[in-house]
C-alpha cells in the first residue's frame, strides 16, 4: 500500500507544480476560517481523493478541502486523513516549502504517512515502523533521530513569533533555529538535522498527521505539553492541542 500512496503523492505534487510553474492559472480564495485556499488545493485534492478510493474503497477520507460532517465520521475507526496542500501560504509565499501529506489513521493512531515536496522532489514515508527518505536523485535512505549539542531547533516560518514559543526559547538553554513551512519541520527532526520542534500556535490534524508518522517512526515522540501522543481519534473539533516533537 505504501508504494501506492508514494505515486499518489508525486501525482498530487505534479498537478500542484502545474499551477506554481504557471501551465495552469492560479485562483486564490479564503476560507471560512479567512485560511487561503488555491486551485492547487483542489487539483491535488481531486488526484488524491479518486487514487484513494481506488486503492481502498471501503475506508473513508477526511481531507483539509472536503471534511466530512461530525455525525459522518464520529464512529471512524480506520481513516485517511490528508492536507492536499500542505502550506499554502508558502505556496504564494513560492518559498517551496509545502508538502502533501497523506495519512492512514488506525485507531488514533498515525500507522503510514507520507510527506512529500514537490518544489524539491524528496519525500519522506513511514510505515510498518520504519521512516525512510527518497531524494530528488530516487536514491532511498532509512532515516533516524539524532542528538545534538547545542540542539537545533525548528521553527514555523508563518508562527515563529508568538510570546509563548519566544518564552520557551528563552529558557531553554543553549540552541540554534532554523525556521520553515508545513510538514517540513516534522521531517527535519525525524532525519535527524533538527532535534526539537515546539509548536503553541494551533494545527489542525491534517497538518500534523503525516509527519506525525514520519517522525515517531524514526524515533521521535510526538507529545502534548502535558506528555501525552497527539490522538486522531475522531473528535468534533479538527484542532490539535500545542505539542513538541522532539527525541525524549
Given at each position: 500500500m505504501i508504494e501506492h500512496i508514494i505515486a499518489l503523492s508525486r501525482e498530487a505534487g505534479a498537478a500542484i507544480m502545474q499551477v506554481y510553474?504557471?501551465?495552469?492559472?492560479l485562483e486564490l480564495d479564503q476560507k471560512q476560517d479567512d485560511s487561503p485556499v488555491t486551485t492547487a488545493d483542489l487539483a491535488a485534492h481531486r488526484v488524491i481523493a479518486a487514487g484513494l478510493h481506488a486503492l481502498a474503497p471501503d475506508t473513508p477520507l477526511l481531507s483539509e478541502e472536503d471534511p466530512p460532517d461530525w455525525s459522518l465520521r464520529q464512529h471512524w475507526r480506520?481513516?485517511?486523513?490528508?492536507?492536499?496542500?500542505?502550506?499554502t501560504k508558502e505556496f504564494l509565499r513560492r518559498n517551496g516549502e509545502f508538502t502533501v501529506n497523506i495519512t492512514l489513521i488506525e485507531e488514533g493512531k498515525p500507522v503510514i504517512g507520507v510527506v512529500y515536496a514537490p518544489v524539491t522532489d524528496r519525500?519522506?514515508?513511514?510505515?510498518?515502523?520504519?521512516?525512510?527518505?527518497?531524494?530528488?536523485?530516487?536514491?532511498?535512505?532509512?532515516?533516524?533521530v539524532k542528538e545534538?549539542?547545542?540542539?537545533?531547533?525548528?521553527?514555523?516560518?508563518s508562527h515563529g513569533n508568538n510570546a509563548e514559543l519566544q518564552d520557551y526559547l528563552a529558557h531553554l538553554g543553549e540552541h540554534q533555529t532554523v525556521t520553515i513551512g508545513s510538514s517540513l519541520k516534522f521531517c527535519l527532526v525525524a532525519e535527524g538535522?533538527?532535534?526539537?520542534y515546539p509548536r503553541f500556535v494551533p494545527t489542525n490534524v491534517w497538518d500534523t498527521a503525516a509527519?506525525?508518522?514520519?517522525?515517531?517512526?524514526?524515533?521521535?515522540q510526538v507529545n502534548d505539553w502535558q506528555g501525552r501522543p497527539l490522538?486522531?481519534?475522531?473528535?468534533?473539533?479538527?484542532?490539535?492541542?500545542?505539542?513538541?516533537?522532539?527525541?525524549f
Open positions: 510553474n504557471g501551465d495552469k492559472p480506520r481513516f485517511w486523513l490528508v492536507d492536499p496542500l500542505d502550506g519525500l519522506y514515508a513511514a510505515a510498518n515502523g520504519k521512516a525512510w527518505r527518497i531524494d530528488e536523485n530516487g536514491k532511498q535512505q532509512t532515516i533516524e545534538a549539542r547545542p540542539p537545533l531547533v525548528v521553527v514555523s516560518r538535522t533538527a532535534q526539537l509527519g506525525h508518522a514520519v517522525a515517531v517512526a524514526a524515533g521521535a490522538d486522531y481519534t475522531p473528535r468534533e473539533s479538527f484542532l490539535n492541542p500545542g505539542f513538541r516533537v522532539s527525541l
